[in-house]
């Protein structure tokens, strides 16, 4: 397996004086996903987690609904030029049930840590139909909660505390309890982690639940959020407008700008109970 963090030396300037000293970062790695031994994906991420991350990818684009849709997921034989397994590719074998998707060469699935999937032919490429509607979650979380949420995903991000270098995903219940969280260089690869953890733990669909990611809110992660059945979607930063659209047409609550007691609510707003 990959590192998440390796050691560098830097030239360190504070108060007018120089050091050589070492710094801790980040590790970026492309990770290559192939279905069936035919490659549809690669995402530049954090090593860590890739087996959850091509589960979660792969059901925020519909190409499977539950864990049961994946037959066998395993590393491939990926050599350097030093001849060590890299890690960086994984193979699918979807169910028998599951027809393989059709992907042209250039429709494939090129990610990368800033953008998420990019190059799709339109918009409508990338409305998802799910069957995990939010719409039918009858979940509401007092605004008290809410405001805690981004100190309790701060304390849990252990690698963001040594590196700096990282966006993170939680998942949370309505009562505030932190059930799961992921980091990776990514926004979208943190989100498929954590989707990813909720299939092998057989929490597809996440009824009653919150998610919480480190940056801005992208259709693209409205969409992960949408397609694993998740209520309500908040961030510490601001939403896109076509973020906010898909969570109004699809019955996603999507919280923005969540900053102490502050936060501005996009949509969905019966979901949140006011306290004084």
């Known amino acids: 397996m990959g590192r ?3 050691r560098v030396r830097i030239n360190r300037y504070r108060d007018g004086f120089d050091c050589v000293a070492p710094d801790t970062v980040v590790v970026e790695e492309p990770l290559e996903i192939r279905i069936n031994n035919k ?3 690669i995402t530049m991420r954090t090593p860590g987690a890739d087996i959850e991350l091509a589960q ?3 059901l925020a684009e519909g190409i499977i609904a539950d864990r049961d849709d994946i037959a066998a997921i395993r590393y491939c034989d990926s050599r350097d030029a030093e001849g060590r397994n890299t890690y960086n590719v994984l193979t699918v074998e979807l169910a028998a049930h599951i027809a393989p998707p059709q992907l042209a060469l250039e429709r494939n699935f090129y990610t990368s840590s800033s953008c998420g999937i990019c190059g799709k032919a339109s918009l409508d490429a990338i409305r998802q139909r799910t069957k995990y509607s939010p719409a039918t979650d009858i979940a509401t979380v007092s605004s008290h909660t809410v405001s805690t949420l981004p100190d309790a995903l701060a304390a849990a991000q252990k690698v963001f505390a040594t590196t700096g270098g990282l966006h993170a995903a939680g ?5 505030g309890e932190l059930l799961a969280l992921r980091e990776d260089v990514g926004r ?3 989100t498929d982690k954590l989707i990813g953890w909720s299939l092998e733990q057989n929490r ?3 009824r009653g639940t919150i998610m919480l990611v480190s940056g801005r809110v992208s259709f693209e992660l409205a969409q992960k959020a949408v397609m694993a059945g998740i209520p309500i979607l908040a961030a510490v930063s601001a939403p896109t ?5 898909l969570a109004e047409d699809t019955g996603l609550t999507l919280i923005g700008f969540l900053r102490g007691r502050a936060m501005n ?3 969905h707003f019966s979901r949140i109970r006011l306290c004084e």
């Open 56 to 58: 979660g990818f792969l």
């Open 4 to 6: 998440v963090t390796t």
């Open 204 to 206: 597809i669909p996440l």
């Open 265 to 267: 609510v996009y949509t």
């Open 241 to 245: 407008s076509l973020a906010i659209d």
């Open 171 to 175: 998942l949370f219940t309505t009562g």
């Open 188 to 190: 979208h690869n943190a």
């Open 39 to 41: 490659p549809v994906a």
